[in-house]
Nanobody, 129 residues
Framework: QVQLVESGGQLVQTGDSLRLSCAAS????????MAWFRQAPGKEREFVAA???????????YYADSVQGRFTTSRDIPKNTLSLQMNSLKPEDTAVYYC???????????????????WGQGTHVTVSS
């Protein structure tokens, strides 16, 4: 069983930056394929970013077109933490942000929620205009 706990969500203004964190349990965090999704009111959950284990100490990051160039995801292995640095925030970034983990067997469709085995409870991000 893997537990994921997100934090860092808050009310910010357009153009501000915010950093979300996801604390994960488990001794093999370094091998999890991780991702961030978000869900705005009345909308479906959508992919934001993925941080995938490529073998050894290699990781690959992927981003949704809507956040490419503004958001960066990274992993701190000793702290078992996944982060999402969000810059130049826009009102359309307002959503509940979720952290997700695929602990294997690994799926290939990293942008699809069904590929992930565990989810956090979410953290609210509100960007005012």
């Amino acid at each position: 069983q893997v537990q994921l706990v997100e934090s860092g969500g808050q009310l910010v203004q357009t153009g501000d930056s915010l950093r979300l964190s996801c604390a994960a349990s488990g001794r093999t965090f370094r091998t999890y394929n991780m991702a961030w999704f978000r869900q705005a009111p009345g909308k479906e959950r959508e992919f934001v970013a993925a941080h995938r284990w490529g073998n050894g100490n290699t990781y690959y990051a992927y981003y949704a077109d809507s956040v490419q160039g503004r958001f960066t995801t990274s992993r701190d292995i000793p702290k078992n933490t996944l982060s999402l640095q969000m810059n130049s925030l826009k009102p359309e970034d307002t959503a509940v942000y979720y952290c997700a983990a695929d602990v294997g067997p690994y799926g290939t469709k990293f942008a699809e929620p069904y590929e992930y085995d565990y989810w956090g409870q979410g953290t609210h991000v509100t960007v005012s205009s």
